[in-house]
């Protein structure tokens, strides 16, 4: 029997990688799921009420009456909160699905591993939220990631967004998910790089894509 521990699992893979290998049950799955995800909308929604993410609306300011600038204000905090819910299952469902569907990989323990992963991109949310009120700092030009030498070599937002989207924590995350697939399945490593590299390349896209939204034209 295997018990989640999500820092563990982040901190101490070795470990966690043997325990997870021999074990035939998991116990913990669906309340540290449940944790994630409440902790993944009360950053969304924290993050909105700070206003944060919310530039594209300012220059808008003077056209509203009262009313309406509320009504905008919940909408936009609604918006934040679903996103925050759609990250959490993008990020634990659809890889969890391709390492079963591809490799075989027993789907709930493809669930475990996106938990570490799911652990480490929350906890790089967490570190950038005083950067983005404090300073005004956007989340693709993080310190920890490549949009900010992007933006000297284009200025397309789009692509400034998908490098954004490239930081050391996504980094992390592929290494952790590169040694758990080596661990649980005989695929070849360049397989099981190829395939997560593919995987973090559509989901790098759709971030892009998706932030990419003028919010002020759909509210």
Not at 37 to 55: Q, R
Not at 149 to 176: E, K, M, N
Request: one cysteine or more.
């Amino acid at each position: 029997m295997y018990q989640v521990k999500l820092w563990k699992g982040v901190f101490k893979t070795r470990n966690v990688l043997y325990e997870l290998e021999q074990a035939e049950t998991i116990r913990g799955l669906s309340s540290r799921i449940i944790i994630l995800l409440v902790i993944s909308v009360i950053l969304s929604a924290v993050s909105s009420c700070l206003g944060i993410g919310s530039e594209d609306l300012s220059h808008r300011l003077a056209d509203w009456t009262a009313n309406e600038l509320a009504a905008r204000k919940v909408f936009f905090v609604l918006g934040s909160v679903f996103w925050g819910i759609l990250f959490v299952l993008l990020v634990l469902v659809v890889p969890s699905l391709l390492f079963w569907g591809l490799m075989e990989v027993d789907f709930r323990k493809a669930l475990v591993l996106q938990l570490f992963v799911l652990t480490i991109l929350i906890g790089e949310r967490v570190i950038l939220l005083p950067f983005e009120f404090l300073y005004g700092l956007k989340w693709y030009y993080s310190p920890f990631a490549l949009g900010t030498a992007i933006r000297y070599l284009t200025d397309h937002s789009i692509l400034i967004r998908f490098f954004g989207s490239i930081s050391l924590f996504q980094i992390w995350t592929l290494v952790l998910q590169y040694r758990f697939l080596k661990r649980m399945t005989d695929h070849k490593p360049l397989y099981i790089a190829a395939v997560i590299a593919g995987l973090s390349i559509v989901f790098w896209a759709f971030t892009a894509f998706f932030t990419s939204i003028h919010i002020e034209k759909l509210i």
